[in-house]
């Protein structure tokens, strides 16, 4: 029988707790679930790619089927090297169905064979984004409950003098 591979591309610059739901929800869907971190010289990151990636194997640990990767170019061309066809992408909103509309179209273009599955978190991270969670670190907030905890250990090395830290880890001080 014929493994179904699905690659889940993103800059997860940290991975967020939104972003676990998705990966948890496609591994009950898919043999198996590459987590693809973006590797693009034109953005500017605040973690690097080894970074993110660590965060996201520490994070994804025991979850079956799922492996974490690095990626650059054209998620297509990534898609083929895996031998894969299944792209997932999330929304949280009806706001992101514009832009990730366009993205399935032309990768479809670009590849007849790519399928874009659509997973909606859970209503608890509709409104998370990698982003918020940064500007809210930066400010001092906790973020133990936006992200999992090897994120909020880097956020809180990253952004010194924050509250970033788990609180859990606080506590048994």
Do not use: W
């Not at 608890?124 to 969670?133: E, M």
């Amino acid at each position: 029988m014929m493994q179904r591979t699905a690659v889940y591309p993103g800059s997860f610059d940290p991975v967020t707790r939104g972003h676990l739901d998705i990966i948890q929800r496609a591994s009950r869907l898919f043999d198996r679930v590459i987590v693809a971190a973006a590797e693009n010289p034109a953005k500017q990151f605040t973690f690097s790619v080894s970074e993110r990636l660590r965060m996201l194997e520490q994070s994804v640990r025991g979850l079956p089927g799922v492996e974490v990767d690095a990626m650059g170019g054209l998620i297509v061309d990534y898609l083929k090297a895996k031998n894969a066809y299944i792209l997932i992408r999330g929304l949280r909103a009806v706001s992101d169905l514009d832009y990730e509309f366009q993205m399935a179209s032309i990768n479809r273009r670009l590849y007849p064979k790519v399928e874009t599955v659509f997973l909606m978190p859970d209503e608890r991270y509709t409104y998370l984004s990698s982003s918020i969670v940064k500007t809210v670190a930066r400010f001092g907030a906790q973020v133990d409950e936006l992200v999992p905890p090897p994120a909020c250990r880097a956020l809180a090395r990253r952004f010194r003098g924050g509250r970033a830290e788990n609180s859990r880890a606080r506590r048994k001080r």
